[in-house]
């Protein structure tokens, strides 16, 4: 089966829930290329604004830093489902296929572990900031939980992924931690 997102092979065990997971990734990918482009845009008005018609924003600097947030949080699960976090793979390099897979699952557990630790903080922290009623220290004043919402949102989404991840750790092949990096650039020929 070819992962159209990933391009490449990629054995899979896809089910409908695991199918909803990617799908959910990729939509909040595709929701943080449009904040991004929200971004640039508000950004843009309010250089225009400021140093053309000497009117400044008030709302665009809030904004612009809220959608960051956002996209930011929101893309962690598309990011693991990419295999482009950072990693360390000097000793992962030199194991065999069971020693990488089995350095993969400790590797997902331990992202699943934290996801769900946050997952648990953040809802205190939401809940603490709605009951108080914070704001923002900023002159337009947003509501806190506006930019604490992504935090448990996103960290959800990547303890789904990370769980997805896991179950289809023993259907395909091992990870391979290469030297050169996994996405390492192939040489030009005649070099």
């Not at 508000?42 to 947030?69: C, G, H, K, N």
């Amino acid at each position: 089966m070819k992962d159209v997102t990933l391009g490449r092979q990629r054995p899979m065990v896809v089910g409908p829930v695991l199918a909803a997971v990617d799908a959910i990734s990729t939509a909040c990918m595709w929701l943080g290329y449009g904040l991004v482009i929200a971004i640039t845009c508000a950004l843009f008005y309010e250089v225009v604004a400021r140093y053309v018609f000497l009117a400044p924003t008030m709302w665009a600097q809030d904004l612009s830093i809220t959608a960051q947030i956002w996209f930011t949080y929101l893309g962690m699960a598309y990011v693991l489902r990419r295999r482009e976090m950072i990693r360390i793979t000097a000793v992962a390099a030199l194991l065999g296929p069971t020693g990488r897979r089995i350095v993969e699952a400790f590797a997902l557990l331990s992202i699943l572990a934290f996801s769900l630790m946050a997952v648990y903080f953040a809802w205190g922290v939401i809940a603490d900031s709605l009951r108080l009623g914070r704001r923002q220290p900023t002159m337009l004043e947003l509501p806190n939980w506006i930019a604490e919402i992504p935090v448990l949102l996103g960290f959800a989404l990547l303890a789904l992924q990370a769980l997805a991840e896991l179950i289809r750790l023993p259907f395909q092949p091992a990870p391979d931690f290469s030297p050169g990096g996994e996405h390492a650039v192939e040489e030009e020929p005649g070099k």
